[in-house]
């Protein structure tokens, strides 16, 4: 009788840990991050190019430097971005820069090395995690898993709201949304994940990015994208990439 009521306790703790795992969305997360580079992003130099810009991102564990090379026939610019914060070069000299720009410099590069690197980043300290629930999209089961931002270490936009699908078996991202201020309102896109390819054990993607064509909430997306009712806009694309 003991025995029989033990492995029924066992079989209950072990069913419970599954639904525990199945639906926490930071463990989640961790599994899509391990399955696309895991501790190979820690201490790591990527480069890569994206629409005419070269970026270069190194890693020594709490350590980043972002850096985003601009070259035009007259100069080159470039600019870097760490711990220390900002700085701008020009031809290979300091230049001063407003603070106002430092902030929308930082922002637009931080957001280029953030979408590069999916998922690395949805483990930064700022970074709020909720599970949404799971769905189907092309055939494929997805976890929903919502993200939004701190406004201490969230930027200048951390008021902005993501959403990944993230593939229930090898846990990378098929597709993500997210809100942003236009304007005087609220938009919102949609892209779906393509092309992966791995450099050095680590996986990125490219985008097709999507938006709607008329006034939509973040909550119809997936279900926009299904009826073929979303505009492509562009293709988010990565080229030239290094891993070392």
């Not at 971005?81 to 720009?101: I, K, Y």
């Not at 931080?110 to 995690?129: E, H, M, Q, T």
Request: proline share 2%; with cysteine.
């Amino acid at each position: 009788m003991m025995k029989k009521l033990f492995l029924l306790i066992s079989v209950a703790l072990l069913v419970m840990s599954c639904n525990s795992d199945t639906t926490n969305p930071q463990k989640i997360i961790d599994k899509a991050i391990s399955a696309s580079g895991g501790d190979k992003y820690l201490n790591s130099k990527i480069e890569f190019d994206f629409r005419d810009r070269h970026y270069v991102t190194t890693r020594n564990g709490g350590l980043f430097t972002h850096e985003r090379i601009t070259k035009d026939s007259t100069q080159t610019t470039h600019d870097f971005l760490s711990n220390d914060g900002f700085r701008r070069e020009v031809n290979g000299l300091a230049v001063d820069v407003a603070d106002s720009m430092k902030t929308k410099y930082t922002a637009s590069v931080n957001s280029v090395i953030y979408f590069a690197l999916l998922p690395y980043g949805l483990n930064d300290a700022s970074v709020r995690k909720k599970y949404l629930g799971e769905t189907q999209i092309d055939g494929k089961e997805q976890f929903i898993i919502e993200v939004t931002f701190g406004e201490e270490g969230g930027g200048e936009d951390f008021e902005d709201v993501f959403v990944y699908w993230i593939n229930k078996k090898d846990f990378t991202i098929d597709y993500l949304a997210y809100s942003f201020e236009e304007g005087k309102g609220i938009d919102y896109r949609f892209r779906k994940a393509y092309n992966p390819r791995r450099v050095n054990g680590i996986l990125f993607l490219d985008y097709i990015n999507y938006a709607p064509t008329t006034a939509a909430q973040m909550t119809r997306l997936e279900e926009l994208y299904k009826k073929g009712e979303l505009k492509e806009l562009s293709k988010i694309e990565t080229v030239n990439i290094s891993v070392q």
